[in-house]
């Protein structure tokens, strides 16, 4: 699926659950919410957690909860940026010309 696709498929699954009413310092504290659970992961899969009332994981099964994690994380990038009118590939090509700038060569 193209990254387009799942901005308007993503934009329709959250207004069908309502998630949609949410203006973007909601949006915003959500995104902040999926980062943390994300960072948790990579944390889980690198250095482990050590902690009696979870379970054991393995590695396929860690993978798996990064790549929820990192969707989740999009997700909240796709619908802030539908709040603002702004298509996912505007945002990729603007990062894609903002590095290319700042690091070409000399």
């Known amino acids: ?13 959250y207004d069908q659950r309502g998630w949609s009413n949410y203006g973007p310092f909601e949006r915003i504290g959500f995104l902040t ?11 889980a899969l690198e250095i482990g957690r050590d902690r009696p009332d979870e379970h054991h994981k393995s590695t396929d099964r860690l993978k798996e909860d990064l790549v929820e994690e990192l969707g989740d994380v999009l ?21 894609k010309n903002k590095l290319s700038k700042r690091y070409a060569e000399k």
Do not use: C, P
């Open 33 to 43: 919410e999926e980062v943390g659970e994300a960072a948790r992961a990579v944390r």
């Open 75 to 95: 997700g909240n990038v796709f619908i802030l940026a539908s709040l603002y009118d702004i298509t996912i590939e505007e945002v990729l090509e603007a990062h």
């Open 1 to 13: 699926m193209k990254a387009a696709d799942t901005q308007v498929w993503i934009q329709q699954f």
